[in-house]
């Protein structure tokens, strides 16, 4: 176990000495957290091997799931990336700084064990200011899981990645809460037709006024476990965001799955089990059980992705061992929230 520092910074006044410690961690190859305005990061040195592979210990993730490359101005592009299509210039120029991951074909410098052996880099220029300041401190390109340890929910408030990496790693910066909540968009530029990877707060709505072609990664849309597919991005092979308790979607008009989950947690509960329920703004008052947490109104589907990490979370402290959700609309911000949903409870859907 390392004593993990945790150090709080304020993103409305930050001065350079706030990031001189963190900076020279990061320029030893040692490893530290930081928010980002999509969820928290969990840094290092992207250029330096052992860096990366100390990411990958401290996560307890396979070191066959590569890793994305932050950035802090476009200059840093032309070094990672061997070649970027006028896509990836145009979805650069709309949606960077901001919540969007692109994969390009790598340059030498990216070492294989940031990429997880592939020819290719995933580079993402995020918004948030302490991750830009700390990009630019350090000097270093830092490569960032979420920073939360593997399969677990990834975390959006300092709290959650000192629950899951305090003594794991040497820094942690807390600039409060998260705005975004989900991870970014990623888009695949680095062969054939723009594919999006894993859905994000950048929609394929969004996506498609900049470039009309682009087109979902056949993985993405699929409602089922599909071991046949081969995944694009490595990472989305693995079971993820899990809470620890057994979560089950349940699908349908809205009465009959408020019905459906009052009778399924009763059931649970008769047989001596906690069970909960993640219910919306619109139907918390219609449930009937004793474990009820309320992600968000519908009509607001950013204030679900916000809090979606943060309520799994929750259950789990409350010792939760079902979770019932309700299922969301599959298009815009949803189609994130319902992948996020469907990893996090393996597939598992009652449909009602
Ligand atoms: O919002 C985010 O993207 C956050 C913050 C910290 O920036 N990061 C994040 O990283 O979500 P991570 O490691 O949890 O998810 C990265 C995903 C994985 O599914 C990985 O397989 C995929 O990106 N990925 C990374 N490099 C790739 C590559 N070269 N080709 C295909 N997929 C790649
Ligand atoms: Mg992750």
Redesign the pocket.
Same mark, same amino acid.
């Given at each position: 176990m390392m004593n993990t520092r945790v150090v709080k910074i304020d993103s409305s006044n930050m001065k350079s000495e706030d990031f001189s410690d963190a900076a020279r961690l990061l320029r030893e190859g040692k490893l530290v957290a930081f928010p980002?305005?999509?969820?928290?990061?969990?840094?290092g040195n992207a250029l330096d091997a052992t860096a990366a592979k100390r990411i990958y210990e401290a996560k307890g993730?396979p070191s066959d799931?590569?890793?994305?490359v932050?950035i802090a101005d476009m200059n840093a592009l032309k070094l990672l990336a061997r070649e970027v299509p006028d896509e990836g210039r145009r979805l650069a120029e709309a949606f960077w700084p901001g919540?969007l991951?692109m994969?390009f074909k790598?340059n030498p410098i990216v070492p294989d064990s940031t990429?997880?052996g592939?020819d290719?880099?995933?580079v %993402?220029f &995020?918004s948030h200011p302490v991750?830009r300041r700390l990009i630019k401190e350090s000097g270093v390109f830092i490569a960032?899981?979420?920073?939360?340890k593997s399969g677990r929910p990834?975390t959006t408030e300092a709290g959650h990645v000192i629950e899951d990496l305090s003594g794991r790693i040497d820094m942690i910066i807390d600039g409060g809460a998260v705005e975004?909540g989900?991870?970014?968009t990623?888009v695949?530029l680095?062969s054939g037709v723009p594919a999006i990877?894993?859905p994000?707060y950048i929609t394929f709505e969004m996506l498609s006024k900049i470039v009309p072609e682009i087109v979902y990664d056949s993985a993405v849309l699929k409602r089922e476990p599909d071991n046949k597919i081969v995944? %694009?991005? &490595?990472?989305?092979k693995?079971r993820h965001y899990a809470p620890k308790g057994d979560l089950t979607i349940v699908e349908g008009c809205q009465s009959q799955v408020v019905k459906a989950i009052n009778a399924a947690v009763k059931e649970k509960e008769e047989a001596g089990h906690i069970a909960g329920v993640l219910a919306t703004d619109e139907t918390l008052a219609l449930y009937t059980c004793r474990i009820v947490e309320d992600v968000g109104s519908r009509n607001d589907e950013a204030s679900v992705a916000s809090h979606l990490f943060a309520r799994l979370r929750e259950f789990d402290e409350k010792g939760v061992e079902y979770i019932y959700t309700e299922s969301f609309s599959d298009d815009n911000l949803g189609q994130a929230i319902m992948n996020r949903l469907l990893k996090a409870a393996g597939y598992k859907i009652l449909r009602v």
């Amino acid at each position: 176990m390392m004593n993990t520092r945790v150090v709080k910074i304020d993103s409305s006044n930050m001065k350079s000495e706030d990031f001189s410690d963190a900076a020279r961690l990061l320029r030893e190859g040692k490893l530290v957290a930081f928010p980002t305005e999509t969820v928290y990061g969990l840094g290092g040195n992207a250029l330096d091997a052992t860096a990366a592979k100390r990411i990958y210990e401290a996560k307890g993730r396979p070191s066959d799931n590569p890793l994305i490359v932050h950035i802090a101005d476009m200059n840093a592009l032309k070094l990672l990336a061997r070649e970027v299509p006028d896509e990836g210039r145009r979805l650069a120029e709309a949606f960077w700084p901001g919540p969007l991951t692109m994969i390009f074909k790598k340059n030498p410098i990216v070492p294989d064990s940031t990429t997880g052996g592939l020819d290719t880099v995933a580079v %993402r220029f &995020p918004s948030h200011p302490v991750a830009r300041r700390l990009i630019k401190e350090s000097g270093v390109f830092i490569a960032a899981p979420s920073a939360n340890k593997s399969g677990r929910p990834s975390t959006t408030e300092a709290g959650h990645v000192i629950e899951d990496l305090s003594g794991r790693i040497d820094m942690i910066i807390d600039g409060g809460a998260v705005e975004i909540g989900l991870e970014s968009t990623i888009v695949d530029l680095s062969s054939g037709v723009p594919a999006i990877l894993r859905p994000g707060y950048i929609t394929f709505e969004m996506l498609s006024k900049i470039v009309p072609e682009i087109v979902y990664d056949s993985a993405v849309l699929k409602r089922e476990p599909d071991n046949k597919i081969v995944a %694009r991005a &490595p990472g989305m092979k693995y079971r993820h965001y899990a809470p620890k308790g057994d979560l089950t979607i349940v699908e349908g008009c809205q009465s009959q799955v408020v019905k459906a989950i009052n009778a399924a947690v009763k059931e649970k509960e008769e047989a001596g089990h906690i069970a909960g329920v993640l219910a919306t703004d619109e139907t918390l008052a219609l449930y009937t059980c004793r474990i009820v947490e309320d992600v968000g109104s519908r009509n607001d589907e950013a204030s679900v992705a916000s809090h979606l990490f943060a309520r799994l979370r929750e259950f789990d402290e409350k010792g939760v061992e079902y979770i019932y959700t309700e299922s969301f609309s599959d298009d815009n911000l949803g189609q994130a929230i319902m992948n996020r949903l469907l990893k996090a409870a393996g597939y598992k859907i009652l449909r009602v």
